[in-house]
């Protein structure tokens, strides 16, 4: 039930790490680079030094579309007149975008076990959980497969402080500040 701050989770040594997808884009850059995600991109580099590093093809494909969506959207403030998303998505005017997404997606491929086995997750109680409000599927099947493999799940989503057990590495501050009352507070 232990949160770690950036500074304990880079002493850590020898461990198996889940990247969560809002790492993904820190790291990535594309959609700004301020302090904070400089901070957590230093410290996924740090990290990979020294552990083992995993995500689930759910965190890339949420990574992929969530960057599609960036790009699609920083081209339509420039240009009103672009086409609806799904179009303009195939086109040879997004065809740059598209290639860059591939290329930051098959870097985390190369940097990551890629889990994609979710045989011994129960689907209906995941949604069930779900519907509590406290946490989104993709955030609660990662924490799920954390909490079965004992893997730290590396994440600013303060969505996880709700997952009982789940050990968590983040610099959220909600979440630092909470982490007494997390026995009242996990839920899930």
Do not use: P
Request: with cysteine.
């Amino acid at each position: 039930m232990s949160i770690f701050d950036l500074g304990a989770a880079a002493k850590l040594v020898g461990q198996e790490i889940f990247v969560d997808t809002n790492i993904l884009i820190f790291v990535d850059g594309a959609h700004s680079f301020d302090e904070k995600q400089k901070i957590y991109s230093n410290l996924y580099f740090e990290l990979k030094k020294n552990n083992k590093l995993y995500t689930s093809e759910k965190c890339l494909g949420e990574f992929s579309n969530r960057l599609t969506a960036l790009y699609y959207n920083l081209d339509r403030e420039e240009d009103k007149n672009i086409d609806s998303f799904k179009k303009y998505r195939k086109s040879e005017a997004f065809s740059t975008s598209m290639q860059c997404i591939y290329d930051a997606t098959c870097q985390f491929l190369n940097d990551m076990e890629v889990i994609k086995d979710y045989r011994t997750l129960d689907i209906a109680r995941a949604f069930d959980d779900v519907r509590s409000g406290l946490i989104d599927y993709c955030d609660l099947v990662s924490a799920r497969i954390c909490l079965e493999r004992d893997m730290y799940f590396f994440s600013d989503d303060g969505d996880s402080l709700y997952c009982k057990g789940l050990k968590i590495i983040t610099n959220n501050s909600w979440m630092l500040r909470n982490s007494e009352k997390r026995g009242e507070l996990a839920v899930l």
